[in-house]
Nanobody
Framework: VQFVESGGGSVQAGGSLRLSCVVSGTPFNINVMGWYRQAPGKERELVATINTSGSTDYADFVKGRFTISRDNSEDIVYLQMNSLKPEDTAVYHC??????????WGQGTQVTVSS
């Protein structure tokens, strides 16, 4: 399975970034796509997920600031991140589950928010 993650970088607090993740090579169709993040010294945590029907789930700490979307025809998932805070600094990992619920992870893209 191949992941091409992009859009990470450095931004000042209050700024915006848009992450993209293109997935290919999964056995069977993808069901859920999403983003997790891991800050230094912390466990990986859910940011947002979206299924093929467009139903979304967000962590409380990003509600109202981040928006997840996907292109089902191309197996691409996006994460629009607005009003970024220093505590959003982390490596953001793309995550997918196929229809058999097999999980796959991208290598991650760094997001750094300075105050």
């Amino acid at each position: 399975v191949q992941f091409v993650e992009s859009g990470g970088g450095s931004v000042q607090a209050g700024g915006s970034l848009r992450l993209s993740c293109v997935v290919s090579g999964t056995p069977f169709n993808i069901n859920v796509m999403g983003w997790y993040r891991q800050a230094p010294g912390k466990e990986r945590e859910l940011v947002a997920t979206i299924n093929t029907s467009g139903s979304t789930d967000y962590a409380d700490f990003v509600k109202g600031r981040f928006t997840i979307s996907r292109d089902n025809s191309e197996d691409i998932v996006y994460l629009q991140m607005n009003s970024l805070k220093p505590e959003d600094t982390a490596v953001y990992h793309c995550h997918v589950r196929n229809i058999l619920n097999w999980p796959y992870w991208g290598q991650g893209t760094q997001v750094t928010v300075s105050s």
